[in-house]
């Protein structure tokens, strides 16, 4: 995951309501960022306070798995959830990944929010 310089680029602004609407924090999003890519703690942060904040993000990342498994074998989560949430999440990889890192304009990042919100909401059956 790239973070970008420009801190209202588009693609900054859609990343930013992805965290906002989580359960994850900036920080933590970072380290499982830097994690993936093999990177070792940032020198600002404690050894302790890093590896407690690994834990964390580990614990976090299974609770949410778990908690898909557990909505969508009680059928609260429609069957076809985890196929559309890949979907998208690949769709979202080519917006981050482009090769300018940013998306084309304010109503391109609003259209995208606004289909997120909208498959997110009939995802589920409550």
């Known amino acids: 995951m790239v973070f970008l310089a420009d801190s209202e680029s588009n693609s900054n602004n859609l990343y930013g309501y992805l965290i906002a609407n989580s359960l994850f ?63 998208l999440a690949d769709q979202l990889s080519v917006i981050f990944a482009s090769e300018d890192s940013d998306v084309a304009s304010r109503v391109s990042v609003d259209n995208v929010i606004s289909v997120i919100d909208q498959l997110v909401k009939r995802m589920s059956k409550l």
Do not use: F, H, W
């Open 25 to 87: 924090t900036p920080r933590q999003l970072s380290i499982i960022s830097k994690r993936l890519q093999g990177a070792g703690r940032a020198p600002n942060i404690s050894s302790g306070a890093y590896y407690r904040q690994v834990k964390q993000c580990r614990d976090k990342v299974n609770a949410v798995l778990y908690s898909m498994i557990l909505l969508q074998s009680t059928g609260i989560v429609q069957p076809e959830a985890l196929s559309a949430i890949g979907k």
